[in-house]
Nanobody, 114 residues
Framework: QVQLVESGGGLVQAGGSLRLSCVVSGIVFDLHVMAWYRQAPGKQRELVATITNGGVTNYMDSVKGRFTISRDNARKLVYLQMNSLKPEDTAAYYC????????WGQGTQVTVSS
């Protein structure tokens, strides 16, 4: 069964850190470029970061230098380390395959207070 389960969100003050995790099941994980997305209330979902199976990463400009995406191919996990959080990072965060998207998980809510 194809499934994505995100966790690790929460309420944090500006400048704080959170580490998100995503457990992936039902796919050959090594074959997929994985991505983190986020969606703020009233806005479209946006691509935050991507990582290839070899560990090559890419980030949206507004999170460069603050967020780090990583993956554990053996455990089928994707992480997003978020540092120096800002109120504008407040959103629901989701993981998915970049080129072969699966049904979306429930996401994990990140709320950054000023």
């Amino acid at each position: 069964q194809v499934q994505l389960v995100e966790s690790g969100g929460g309420l944090v003050q500006a400048g704080g850190s959170l580490r998100l995790s995503c457990v992936v099941s039902g796919i050959v994980f090594d074959l997929h470029v994985m991505a983190w997305y986020r969606q703020a209330p009233g806005k479209q979902r946006e691509l935050v970061a991507t990582i290839t199976n070899g560990g090559v990463t890419n980030y949206m400009d507004s999170v460069k230098g603050r967020f780090t995406i990583s993956r554990d191919n053996a455990r089928k996990l994707v992480y997003l380390q978020m540092n120096s959080l800002k109120p504008e990072d407040t959103a629901a965060y989701y993981c998915n395959s970049l080129w072969n998207p699966m049904p979306w998980g429930q996401g994990t809510q990140v709320t950054v207070s000023s």
